[in-house]
């Protein structure tokens, strides 16, 4: 009895302890940011272009300053003078399109509609590439093969021909489409460009190409690759990867029916920005500066940080200037604005879960009570001879004096 007390105890305990952490992974919609360029026409006047997201891959919306807090070199925190929507920004984008043989039938089909549908939302102001890949690709953006890629252009109608006429084959080369991607976009000058990745497999052969070296570029140049994944025979950690340390996003699309809705999502979400306004409190020194933004609102919190400049010198006359770089933090571990009047900073571990940690002392006291009631040995009954009133209190058997085995209760 007393061991079964005592394991249901630490079963008790550990159970209560353990379900505040649940909630804790699946906590509401993350929110992503990217930062894109910083606009210096005009300094001390700061304009800072940048996409705001949820974790379906829909632009937030309704956003105002005071969902913003900014921060120049780690001063103290300050809300932008205004905040203003895009929702026709102008977009230069690779679409990277996986038509490898695993892409035969209904899954080219519903790619090649749904990459359409992508382009018709586009216009005459955006620039857009195409590259199909399989295992023909070139990683050498100057190399470009006319049967599967198209090099930037805002006359769309050669890509919509090149979508109609793909077909499916060959292995799947995607480390060094993804190079060519990045090196061809980046070849750009900043502004607002972005990467989109469609794939329904896993790089074949596995040590064709180098994994890292899209990330790397990428980073380097400040562009996002968004990312969707087709099926269940990706290669999900690498794509995640690849959307999530390039400040990009990764979808699932379970079945190729999916597509057509996830790229119209996405185009909304390429085209949508956001400009903060803002004067700024630095010192016209000719010397580079980091922003940190910060957006706290009823989805969820998400930050990003850009170095730009370098400012003009005090007798220099401003020109505009954008970003030499930028990192994104990761939806597991985003944080508020650090001055508490402005986005106080999460509730500690144990402020946030009082209540289970109480209920688990609770159950442990009241268990070690009951294990110790059970266990406790009672006081023997008092009794005596019948015959010769011996006391046999705690006597088994015959009374030792008379051998009489009558007993009475003793007073």
């Not at 906590?27 to 940011?33: D, G, H, M």
């Not at 607002?192 to 190409?209: E, F, K, W, Y």
């Not at 140049?221 to 994944?229: D, R, S, T, V, Y």
């Not at 009570?369 to 705690?394: I, M, N, V």
Request: glycine letters at 6%; hydrophobic letters at 45%.
């Amino acid at each position: 009895m007393k061991t079964k007390t005592i394991l249901f105890t630490f079963f008790l305990v550990g159970t209560l302890l353990l379900v505040p952490v649940q909630p804790g992974a699946a906590q509401a919609a993350a929110l992503s940011l990217h930062l894109e360029q910083a606009d210096l026409t005009a300094f001390p006047q700061v304009s800072v272009r940048l996409s705001a997201w949820d974790a379906t891959g829909l632009p937030v919306a309704g956003l105002s300053p005071a969902d913003f807090t900014l921060q120049e070199d780690g001063a103290a925190p300050f809300h932008p003078t205004s905040v203003q929507a895009d929702a026709n920004a102008p977009l230069n984008v690779v679409l990277v399109l996986d038509i490898s043989g695993s892409m035969a039938g209904q899954p080219i089909s519903d790619a090649k509609a749904a990459a359409t549908r992508f382009l018709d939302k586009l216009t005459r102001r955006d620039r857009a590439a195409l590259i199909a890949f399989n295992d023909t690709v070139n990683p050498d953006p100057t190399q470009l093969d006319p049967n599967h890629e198209i090099g930037f252009t805002t006359n769309l109608t050669p890509i919509y021909d090149l979508i109609d006429s793909l077909q499916a084959s060959g292995d799947t080369h995607i480390y060094d489409a993804m190079v060519k991607a990045v090196k061809l976009a980046a070849a750009l000058p900043a502004g607002h460009r972005a990467i989109l990745l469609l794939s329904d497999g896993q790089n074949q052969p596995p040590t064709q190409g180098d994994s890292q070296q899209a990330i790397t570029l990428a980073q380097a140049a400040n562009l996002p690759i968004f990312i969707i994944g087709l099926g269940n025979e990706i290669d999900q950690p690498y794509l995640s990867k690849l959307a999530n340390d390039t400040g990009g996003l990764f979808r699932l699309a379970p079945k190729s029916s999916e597509l057509a809705s996830l790229f119209t999502d996405m185009a909304s979400l390429l085209k949508t920005q956001y400009i903060l306004t803002y004067p700024s409190s630095l010192p016209a020194d000719g010397k580079s500066h980091t922003l940190l933004v910060t957006l706290n609102s009823l989805q969820g919190s998400a930050n990003a940080s850009q170095v730009f400049g370098p400012l003009p010198a005090a007798a220099d006359t401003p020109t505009p200037l954008s970003p030499t770089a930028t990192t994104v933090s990761p939806a597991p571990t985003l944080v508020p604005s650090p001055v508490p009047t402005l986005a106080p900073e999460p509730p500690s571990f144990l402020a946030e879960n009082w209540g289970w940690l109480l209920a688990a002392v609770i159950a442990l006291v009241l268990a070690l009570w009951f294990t110790a009631r059970s266990t406790r040995h009672p006081h023997p009954k008092k009794e005596a001879c019948a015959q010769c009133g011996f006391d046999l209190t705690g006597i088994s058997g015959a009374c030792p004096q008379c051998g009489g085995t009558k007993r009475l209760p003793k007073r």
